[in-house]
């Protein structure tokens, strides 16, 4: 529930905003089902920093809703029972989930299943890179990944993730580019400076 919860307002804000705001949620409501029945204002003051408080807020209550109308213990542990697919569609059918925050649900937490999390700075790189073609989303870039590494580990998921992101943040910038400085610049499929 943890990853899950820091995954929905975490999108679109860097880690330096959302850990905190995390932390404070946390910290206000010292369970699941407080958290739940908290008004949608508290929780939109505890993470007004992160980008689309707003919505995030009422994604988080009608999500923490969902999950305790059918598992009241806020138990996750089901889905590391199911396939990765139907583990991802349970978790996608919930407010505010899409692919990024099933795959990181899944892949960073304790439930430990191969799941590739693909954010902005993972699927600029994949675009980038001819991996998948420019115009793709998350969703296909999700599909591309695990079709080209369906034996890989969740660790080695993770690895990946991390060096992708460390790569798009470092020197493959949405608009500030060092294409001189990227390790990788003779491999990549539209370099750029």
């Avoid at 649900?105 to 001819?130: A, C, E, K, M, W």
């Amino acid at each position: 529930m943890a990853q899950l919860v820091k995954s929905l307002i975490s999108s679109r804000t860097k880690d330096e905003v959302s850990w905190p705001s995390f932390w404070k949620l946390v910290e206000l409501y010292p369970n699941w089902r407080l958290m739940a029945e908290a008004p949608v204002g508290e929780i939109e003051s505890a993470i007004v920093e992160v980008k689309f408080a707003k919505d995030k807020a009422a994604n988080l209550l009608l999500t923490l809703r969902k999950v305790a109308a059918e598992h009241p213990d806020f138990n996750l542990g089901f889905l590391g029972d199911m396939s990765v697919p139907d583990a991802h569609g349970w978790l996608e059918r919930l407010d505010g989930v899409g692919v990024k925050v099933a795959a990181s649900t899944l892949n960073f937490s304790t439930l430990n299943r191969p799941s590739f999390v693909i954010d902005s700075h993972v699927l600029r790189i994949l675009q980038r890179y001819g991996a998948v073609v420019h115009s793709a989303d998350s969703d296909k870039a999700y599909r591309a990944v695990m079709g080209s590494v369906p034996d890989w580990s969740p660790r080695r998921l993770v690895e990946l993730h991390r060096l992708m992101k460390r790569l798009g943040q470092s020197w493959c910038q949405k608009l500030d580019v060092d294409c001189n400085g990227c390790p990788l610049a003779q491999r990549c499929a539209k370099r750029i400076g």
